[in-house]
């Protein structure tokens, strides 16, 4: 042994010394559980999807309907005007097949892929949605563009979070088995309706 190699008054050690119990070692399996505050946009969001209801909020000074809402509008720095609701349908933006799980292990041969996708709500701004799941449909058939609705869980079933709506299926699939929600009115102030930004 070289004299550098114990400047820092190291010992060293083996695999094998691990093995042999010839070190001293714990294991424990951490907690890694923690609290996260919604906010005021995302919990009123998070509450209307128990109600089976998408909530957006608009801001009056970008004419833009946002979707998750938010207070604070990130383009002009101006807090948003109102609730709004928007519909339960919409159009794939982008999609992914994925054959591994959110854990990253690969899914069994007979497991179908899991289809990811960004889903732009009717009713929202142009380029606002969600990312959500994708059934009821072969992947081969998944089309950018492709129209589609949610899928939600029963009402005694709902918790308040992303989930309550299980998946998306295609709009003309969805239409013919689920009856459509009741229609929507203003959520909050009475106020027009903005129109759409221009991209």
């Given at each position: 042994m070289k004299l550098e190699d114990y400047?820092?008054?190291?010992?060293?050690?083996?695999?094998?010394?691990?093995?042999?119990?010839?070190v001293l070692t714990t294991a424990w399996q951490p907690n890694l559980a923690y609290a996260w505050d919604n906010g005021v946009a995302i919990g009123r969001y998070l509450e209307e999807l128990k109600g089976g209801r998408i909530i957006a909020r608009v801001c009056h000074s970008c004419r833009r309907i946002m979707l998750p809402p938010r207070m604070f509008c990130e383009l002009c720095f101006k807090p948003t005007d109102e609730w709004h609701y928007v519909e339960d349908t919409g159009t794939v933006n982008t999609f992914s097949i994925a054959h591994v799980n959110w854990d990253a292990s690969r899914r069994g041969p007979?497991?179908?892929?899991?289809?990811?996708?960004v889903i732009e709500i009717d009713g929202a701004s142009p380029g606002m949605g969600i990312l959500h799941m994708l059934g009821e449909v072969d992947p081969k058939n998944v089309s950018i563009g492709m129209r589609v609705a949610a899928?939600?869980?029963?009402?005694?079933?709902?918790?308040?979070?992303?989930?309550?709506?299980?998946?998306?299926?295609?709009?003309?699939?969805?239409?013919?088995?689920?009856?459509?929600?009741?229609?929507?009115?203003?959520?909050?102030?009475?106020?027009?309706?903005?129109?759409?930004?221009?991209?």
């Open positions: 400047e820092l008054g190291g010992t060293h050690l083996r695999s094998s010394d691990f093995a042999k119990g010839k007979k497991e179908p892929p899991l289809i990811p996708a899928v939600w869980k029963k009402p005694g079933e709902r918790t308040g979070a992303i989930t309550d709506i299980l998946y998306f299926k295609p709009a003309r699939a969805a239409a013919a088995k689920a009856p459509r929600a009741a229609k929507r009115k203003s959520a909050g102030t009475a106020a027009k309706k903005p129109a759409r930004a221009k991209r």
